[in-house]
Structures are given as structure tokens and as C-alpha cells.
């Protein structure tokens, strides 16, 4: 007997629900609701209006969002990159001053073992009014700064300018230092009708004791 009222049921509801919609339609929302599917179009003017003007502003909404976004990480990235520039200048300083020390540090341990050499060689190092360690400047005395000996002046000076900037020379700058030193004191003996004597030797004791220099960082 139960079994037999569910049918009866749903054939009533399959006969009368189309007759009653005939006389009193339901609207288009509960007819789509009732089958189970919707086309998400407005009903009204006014609704599609409503909905087209929300979703401009959301679209406005979420543009505005993206340029928020993009400014920040463009300023973080400026943040970075001049937080970047920041520490290699610190760490380009860092390196500069450890290098000074280094470079004093050397120049004292080549002084000394300069003047252990030069004693050897009854020489004395060049003064500090006579030679630049830091810059390689040699301040020649009036014998050896004519304007005949320019060229050969330059040369020495730019060995001495290399030695000073690089701490050391190459075989080449050495040997080609060494040997116009050399030249330059035996063609000394072209002044002897120039210059009194005394002052001929203070000018070849000056280049020994340029020889001596370049020498003594040999050993």
C-alpha cells in the first residue's frame, strides 16, 4: 500500500505543476532554479547596468592593485641596488685599506733589507729628500738633470714610477733600469771638463745608490 502512493505522487506532480505554472507563471529565477541551471544574465536594464558598473569598478579595483604592487617591488628593488652599491663601496674602501697596509708594510721590510744591502756596499740609501718610496719621484741632483740627459733620465724615472705602483719589477724593467743606470754613470767621465771633480763623484756615488736600490729587492 505504501509502495503504491509514491508513484501516485509523483505522476500528480508531473500532471499539475505545468497545468498550475500555466495559470500563475513562477518567475525566470525559480524556473531555473527548480530545473537545476542559470545563465547569469541579468533580468532587468537596471541589473545589467548594475552588474557592467561593478564590474568596472572591480576591474578599476584591481588595476589599481597590480600599480601598488609594482611600485613596491620597484622600490624595493632601487632599495636593493643602492644597498648593493653601498657595500661594495664598502667593502672597495676595506680592500683599499688593507692594501695601503700591506704596501707600508712592504716598503718598511724593503727599506731595511735595502740598508743591510747598501752597507755591504759602503752606500748609503737614498734620503727622503732625494727619493719618493711611495711614488717612485727621484730628485736628481744638478749634474744629472741636464737637458742633454732627458731621455735617459725618463726612462729610469718611469722604472722607478713602476716599481712604486706595483711593488716589485718584471725582469725586463729591472734589467733595462739597471743597465741604463750602469751607461749613464761610465758616460759621466764626458763632464770631466765641466764639472769639478768632487761634484762628478756625488753624482756616480747618487746612481750607485740608485743601482743599489733595484738591486737590494733581489734580496
Given at each position: 500500500?505504501?509502495?503504491?502512493?509514491?508513484?501516485?505522487?509523483?505522476?500528480l506532480l508531473t500532471?499539475?505543476l505545468?497545468l498550475?505554472?500555466g495559470?500563475?507563471?513562477?518567475?525566470?529565477?525559480?524556473?531555473?532554479?527548480?530545473?537545476?541551471?542559470?545563465?547569469?544574465?541579468?533580468?532587468?536594464?537596471?541589473?545589467?547596468?548594475?552588474?557592467?558598473l561593478?564590474?568596472?569598478?572591480?576591474?578599476?579595483?584591481?588595476a589599481?592593485?597590480?600599480?601598488?604592487q609594482t611600485a613596491t617591488?620597484?622600490q624595493?628593488?632601487?632599495a636593493q641596488?643602492y644597498?648593493?652599491?653601498?657595500l661594495a663601496?664598502?667593502?672597495f674602501?676595506?680592500?683599499?685599506r688593507?692594501?695601503?697596509?700591506?704596501?707600508?708594510?712592504q716598503?718598511?721590510?724593503?727599506?731595511y733589507?735595502?740598508?743591510?744591502?747598501?752597507?755591504?756596499k759602503?752606500?748609503?740609501?737614498?734620503?727622503?729628500?732625494?727619493f719618493?718610496?711611495?711614488?717612485?719621484?727621484?730628485n736628481?741632483p744638478?749634474?744629472?738633470?741636464?737637458?742633454?740627459d732627458?731621455s735617459t733620465?725618463?726612462?729610469?724615472n718611469?722604472?722607478f714610477a713602476k716599481?712604486?705602483?706595483?711593488?716589485?719589477?718584471?725582469?725586463?724593467?729591472?734589467?733595462?733600469?739597471?743597465?741604463?743606470?750602469k751607461?749613464?754613470?761610465?758616460?759621466?767621465?764626458?763632464?770631466?771638463?765641466l764639472?769639478?771633480?768632487p761634484?762628478?763623484?756625488?753624482?756616480?756615488?747618487f746612481l750607485n745608490?740608485?743601482?743599489?736600490t733595484l738591486?737590494?729587492?733581489?734580496r
Amino acid at each position: 500500500m505504501y509502495g503504491f502512493r509514491q508513484p501516485c505522487a509523483t505522476a500528480l506532480l508531473t500532471v499539475c505543476l505545468p497545468l498550475a505554472w500555466g495559470i500563475f507563471p513562477p518567475s525566470a529565477a525559480a524556473q531555473n532554479a527548480y530545473f537545476g541551471y542559470s545563465n547569469n544574465r541579468a533580468s532587468t536594464v537596471a541589473e545589467g547596468y548594475a552588474r557592467g558598473l561593478s564590474d568596472v569598478i572591480r576591474s578599476r579595483a584591481d588595476a589599481r592593485a597590480m600599480d601598488a604592487q609594482t611600485a613596491t617591488e620597484l622600490q624595493n628593488t632601487r632599495a636593493q641596488y643602492y644597498q648593493n652599491r653601498v657595500l661594495a663601496a664598502q667593502t672597495f674602501v676595506e680592500q683599499k685599506r688593507l692594501q695601503d697596509e700591506y704596501q707600508n708594510e712592504q716598503r718598511a721590510t724593503d727599506r731595511y733589507k735595502l740598508s743591510a744591502y747598501l752597507e755591504t756596499k759602503k752606500l748609503n740609501p737614498l734620503g727622503d729628500s732625494e727619493f719618493d718610496e711611495s711614488s717612485g719621484q727621484i730628485n736628481w741632483p744638478p749634474i744629472l738633470d741636464q737637458p742633454q740627459d732627458e731621455s735617459t733620465r725618463q726612462l729610469i724615472n718611469d722604472v722607478f714610477a713602476k716599481r712604486a705602483k706595483q711593488g716589485s719589477l718584471s725582469s725586463q724593467d729591472y734589467l733595462q733600469g739597471t743597465a741604463t743606470i750602469k751607461k749613464w754613470r761610465q758616460e759621466l767621465v764626458a763632464y770631466k771638463d765641466l764639472f769639478p771633480k768632487p761634484d762628478l763623484q756625488e753624482a756616480a756615488r747618487f746612481l750607485n745608490r740608485l743601482d743599489g736600490t733595484l738591486k737590494g729587492d733581489l734580496r
